[in-house]
């Protein structure tokens, strides 16, 4: 038994397209004698008829999955041996579940959210959460997005209040500040970077989350996301939009927060890298 839990995101877009490097980063980390614990999934894109389970469960992992038709779609993956002996199927290792955020209507697959029971530590809140995109601030979509966060925040309070040791991780859609963001004066007021998105965030700060990857002094121009156009990956012209943000009680816990930008640089990947933290278990 490891003395500390690794928790991860990953935008996948696409799991069918991309479950073959889903299992080779969870192989080759485990190669590395650091695996992966719990990986939150965003932008699945699949039904969940269509949830690679099999493949997974046979790989060593138990699954909780909320899928969607060709857009959305989120999930929590556990690595069966990192769990408590009590945590033996899916309704033992995924406690109180929670699809789509409560009281707020929504047909879009964007949270999924689970108690969890790694062995050795106390139980974790987990919640795997995509953020809408917006498009554009002068679109309808921006104003979903702000109504869905606005809906998030009222939400993640009660979480809170509930579970001392929460894990907020996915996709946001927001670089919270200019050292997130490749060209900052290329993309001033643009959806992604604009004023009303950061306020949000740092809402989120304020209800006593924290941003684990500013927890570390870290390398300059480190992010997330690159777009496939215009030799985005290879230019470094990113944005950090991809976080793990953690209560209190969690962020006393976290040793290291980091992208691990390798899964960007195989055959036919995600515009996303993995984001991961250790938590320590004592």
Known sequence: MTDSVRIAAWNVNSLKVRLPQVLRWLQDQEKKQQPIDALCLQELKLTDDKYPHKELEDAGYLNLAAGQKTYNGV???????????????????????????????????????????????????????????????DSDKFQYKLSWLTALQTWLAEELQQNSRLALLGDFNIAPAD??????????????????ERE??????????????????????????????????????????????????????CSTSIVDKEPRTWEQPSDHAPVIATIKKS
Request: hydrophobic letters at 45%; aromatic letters at 10%; proline letters at 7%.
């Open 200 to 253: 949000v965030f740092q809402e989120l700060i304020q209800l006593g989350l924290n941003d684990s990857f500013r927890m570390f002094e870290q390398a300059p121009k480190t992010f997330s996301w690159w777009d496939y156009r215009m030799m985005g990956f290879r230019r470094n012209a990113g944005m950090r939009i991809d976080h793990i943000l953690l209560s209190a009680a969690l962020k006393e816990k």
């Open 179 to 196: 050292e997130d963001v490749h060209d900052p004066k290329a993309w001033v007021g643009q959806n992604l970077v604009s004023p009303p």
């Open 75 to 137: 999930a929590i993956i556990l690595r069966k041996a990192a769990l408590a002996p009590i945590a033996t199927d899916v309704e033992t290792a995924f406690l109180k579940p929670i699809r789509n955020i409560p009281n707020h209507a929504d047909d879009q697959q964007r949270i999924l959210a689970a108690t969890v029971c790694f062995a050795g530590t106390q139980p974790m809140r987990l919640i795997s959460a995509y953020f809408p995109n917006g498009q554009s601030p």
